[in-house]
Each structure stands twice: as structure tokens, then as C-alpha cells.
């Protein structure tokens, strides 16, 4: 028998219907099992295995001892999901550079704990001597490798995602999806394999190329976000369509003052319009070694304006709130 939890998830699968979380909570909680007390009960806010539905996350430096001070002190929010680039003290994710051997032999298991809903592929393997191939290749041998214990993490609920995908040019983003899909080849798509991808996971920014109007820093990074959108949305099915998305950087770069990160930030809620298939934004809260931008980490204080002394972590855990379920 399947649980009430477990028929939700299916629900949201390619091969269940790719429906809605609320919609999947209606169908079975309402419509096919209310009669089963566990189903019948469920509140169609908060019945997935999930029970933290919170659109926000933070991306902090590697180890999961920098998701406390760097994420969830400076947002007073523990609810707000953490992203800590894998290595030895960060056991939910792979990475290229923080694990030995990529992480290929990195027990998963070990990401337990009541904030650790998720476990994170390779974060842009191409800006790391990789290739999408290579990492569909080597995510297929992991879930073989660590197949019992990968099981057991869905049973609880953990979420495997993609490798974070390089934002890019119109088109970019499908390709090297696509990449990642041929070489992973059919277990991807199978929700009953232990290398099932259940969301996707982009790496997207705000920058000089989305801006327009100088004078309009904050129009020209809803227009970044808005064409990272259309293009998640036009992946075909089979190749991440239908699939939940994390957007798991996002911040403005190549800027140097806290308040210039207030774009990107205020630009966030453009990632949710209706329909949209993405359902967490991760602030990119971490030191940045190729992008050209300081001052945005999540304890960094506004210099100047109305929001002085301010930290982005306050404000971050604001507009959170704002774009609450």
C-alpha cells in the first residue's frame, strides 16, 4: 500500500500528471481517498511530505556551519532552505572542487536533519573542467553505487536535483539539460529509480546584460528573471519540462555595493507568477570567485538610503514573507 504522502509526490511526477502540489493534496486528500483518515485530513497547505514550503533559500559558503550565521541568524528564519556547496561538512551535496573525487563516493545518507529536505547535485560542472555529460554519466553510476541508501532518503522525502545548470543564452539552459538527460539516459525519468530527477536546478543572475536603463537597475533584473522563466518553461518533457525548478543562485552581479544587490532581491517574486514551475529561489549569499560582485552576502549591511543599516538578510527574509504561499 502507498502511502498518502507518497501518492502525493507520485502525482507530481512527469508520469503522474506533473500536477501542482495544492492539486495533488485536492486530488487525493478530497477526491479519491477522504475516506482514508491520513489522506482525508490533509491541508492542502502543508500536506506533502514537505512540510516546509518555503519559496526561499540561501546559498552560503561551503559547510553546512555556514547555513547559521550566514543564512539563518542574519533572516531571524529557519524555515528559509540552505545550500552550503557540499564537501566534508556538507553531506547534501556533491561538488566538484569541496569533495574527493567529485563526491562520487560520498555517502548520501549522511544528509539527515530536520532543515536537509534536499540533496544537490554538482554545482555548474562546465565552469569546473566538466561537462553535462559527464555529469549524467557519473549521477546514473552514483545511484547505482548508493541505491539503497538514495531509496531510503526518497521514503523520507529528500529531493534530488539536477545539477545546477549554467544560465545562459536563449537556448543554453535546454541544451545542457538535454546533455545531462542523454547521458543519465532512462532512469532519470523513471520516479520508481533511485536516479530520478524530481526538480531542476538553475544557476541565474542579474547583470549589466539584463539592464537596459542604468537609472532602472530593479526593471532590468525583473527582466532577467523573467527570461530565465520563459526559458525553464520551454523545456520539453523528458528533459526537466513539467519538473519543479529551484532557481539556486540569484543575486546581481558585477557590483560592488550592498544596496546594488536591492534589484535583484526586490526582482525575485517575477521567478512565481502564476502558473510558473518554479517554487524556491536561493539567494546567492555566498563569496563570489568569478562574477565580479561583493558585498552580498546575507550579514552584509545597506551603506546608504532609506534602508541604512539594514542587513540583506533582513530584507531578504521580508520579501520572503511577502511571497508566501
Known amino acids: 500500500a502507498h502511502s498518502c504522502g507518497a501518492r502525493i509526490d507520485w502525482l507530481q511526477t512527469i508520469e503522474g500528471g506533473s500536477l501542482k502540489n495544492l492539486e495533488a493534496c485536492t486530488v487525493i486528500g478530497r477526491d479519491d481517498f477522504p475516506s482514508i483518515e491520513d489522506c482525508g485530513k490533509c491541508d492542502p497547505t502543508s500536506c506533502s511530505s514537505n512540510q516546509n514550503e518555503n519559496r526561499c533559500g540561501g546559498a552560503v559558503n561551503a559547510g553546512n556551519f555556514n547555513c547559521g550565521p550566514d543564512l539563518w541568524s542574519p533572516t531571524s528564519d529557519l524555515s528559509i532552505h540552505c545550500y552550503a556547496y557540499g564537501g566534508d561538512s556538507d553531506p547534501c551535496a556533491l561538488h566538484n572542487n569541496n569533495d574527493i573525487d567529485d563526491g562520487i563516493y560520498k555517502d548520501p545518507s549522511n544528509c539527515v536533519g530536520e ?31 548508493f541505491k539503497a541508501e538514495i531509496m531510503s532518503m526518497r521514503q523520507r522525502g529528500v529531493k534530488f536535483t539536477s545539477p545546477m545548470i549554467t544560465g545562459g543564452g536563449p537556448g543554453e539552459i535546454k541544451q545542457r539539460i538535454s546533455s545531462f538527460y542523454s547521458s543519465c539516459g532512462p532512469d532519470c525519468n523513471i520516479p520508481s529509480s533511485a536516479a530520478f530527477i524530481d526538480v531542476i536546478a538553475i544557476n541565474a ?24 522563466l520563459g526559458e525553464v518553461e520551454s523545456l520539453p518533457t523528458g528533459e526537466g519540462g513539467g519538473l519543479p525548478v529551484y532557481i539556486t543562485n540569484w543575486s546581481r552581479l558585477q557590483v560592488s555595493a550592498t544596496e546594488d544587490q536591492l534589484a535583484a532581491m526586490d526582482a525575485t517574486d517575477e521567478f512565481f507568477k502564476e502558473g510558473s514551475p518554479v517554487e524556491r529561489v536561493y539567494w546567492f549569499g555566498a563569496t563570489d570567485y568569478g562574477g565580479n560582485s561583493s558585498n552580498n552576502l546575507l550579514t552584509d549591511k545597506i551603506e546608504s538610503g532609506i534602508h541604512a543599516g539594514t542587513t540583506l538578510g533582513q530584507l531578504w527574509k521580508q520579501k520572503c514573507d511577502s511571497m508566501k504561499i
Do not use: M, V
Open 115 to 145: 532543515h536537509y529536505d534536499t540533496f544537490y547535485l554538482w554545482d555548474e560542472p562546465d565552469t569546473q573542467g566538466k561537462t553535462y555529460d559527464w555529469a549524467g554519466e557519473q549521477w546514473l553510476a552514483y545511484s547505482k553505487r
Open 205 to 228: 543572475f542579474c547583470g549589466p546584460w539584463n539592464i537596459n536603463d542604468p537609472s532602472n537597475p530593479s526593471q532590468g533584473c525583473r527582466n532577467g528573471a523573467s527570461y530565465i
